[in-house]
């Protein structure tokens, strides 16, 4: 069992950063695949980004190329994602996700664990 935490988010003004922590605890926390969605409301579910066992490979939405970064620190067993020059579209409910495999990585299907949320909302 992995238990997943995020929090960092918050309201900004368009234009602005917030980084947003998902912290793990249960299990190995390099042995996972990590990932974020997010869900607007009345849309569905979207992947946003993910990050490989080591971090060495990082893979994100169009929508988020060049503003989003993902990192990970297995020593601190937390994921970092760092939002810049965020758009009212990017307003969501931000979920962190953890998966045994890499297969599945950009579907929600592909996870094991689930954090409960945290909201981003981003204004004009």
């Known amino acids: 069992q992995v238990q997943l935490v995020e929090s960092g988010g918050g309201l900004v003004q368009a234009g602005g950063s917030l980084r947003l922590s998902c912290a793990a605890s249960?299990?190995?926390?390099?042995?996972?695949?990590m990932g974020w969605f997010r869900q607007a409301p009345g849309k569905e579910r979207e992947f946003v980004t993910g990050?490989?066992?080591?971090?060495?490979?990082?893979y994100y939405a169009d929508s988020v190329k060049g503003r989003f970064t993902l990192s990970r620190d297995n020593a601190k067993d937390t994921v970092y994602l760092q939002m810049n020059s965020l758009k009212p579209e990017d307003t969501a409910v931000y979920f962190c996700?953890?998966?045994?495999?890499?297969?599945?990585?950009?579907?929600?299907?592909?996870?094991?664990?689930w954090g409960q949320g945290t909201q981003v909302t981003v204004s004009s």
């Open positions: 996700a953890a998966s045994r495999s890499m297969r599945g990585l950009t579907t929600g299907s592909g996870y094991d664990y």
């Open positions: 249960g299990r190995t926390f390099s042995s996972y695949v």
């Open positions: 990050i490989s066992y080591s971090g060495g490979r990082t």
